[in-house]
């Protein structure tokens, strides 16, 4: 785990994906991934403000030496790089920005990239 690097992506799908669980606590989590990217947008505000705990706990957890992150940067520059990251790197991205509003496109892209930050003690931040 102390060797695990998290990306800009990572993180991001982290954050998302714990906030739209918290909003839709489907029990089958199958049907969640299947159907959630239809109806659901979060405000890019809310976003860049639970991205910068979720940061901010990666860090600490990088002094600790405990896993390993991408050079320094702010909440927002993290949410924008993963954005351009994820549009350049596949077909269909993960998450879709329209206006101050962020959309989950492929829910099961987004759990892919999320599981990197899995089992660090994250869930609480959000």
Not at 38 to 66: C, F, H, N
Not at 104 to 123: A, C, S
Request: glycine share 4%; hydrophobic share 40%.
């Amino acid at each position: 785990m102390k060797n695990n690097v998290v990306s800009p992506t990572n993180i991001i799908a982290w954050t998302v994906f714990e906030m739209i669980r918290r909003q839709r606590p489907d029990p089958d989590f199958y049907r969640f991934l299947r159907e959630t990217a239809y109806d659901i947008s979060l405000p890019m505000v809310d976003v860049y403000r639970q991205t910068g705990k979720t940061l901010k706990k990666v860090k600490e957890l990088e002094a600790q030496g405990k896993i390993k992150i991408f050079p320094g940067e702010d909440a927002e520059m993290v949410v924008n790089k993963a954005l351009k990251l994820f549009s350049c790197y596949h077909t269909k991205p993960a998450f879709e920005r329209r206006g101050d509003r962020l959309f989950p496109v492929d829910m099961n892209l987004v759990y892919y990239y999320r599981n990197r930050l899995w089992n660090y003690g994250l869930e609480r931040l959000v």
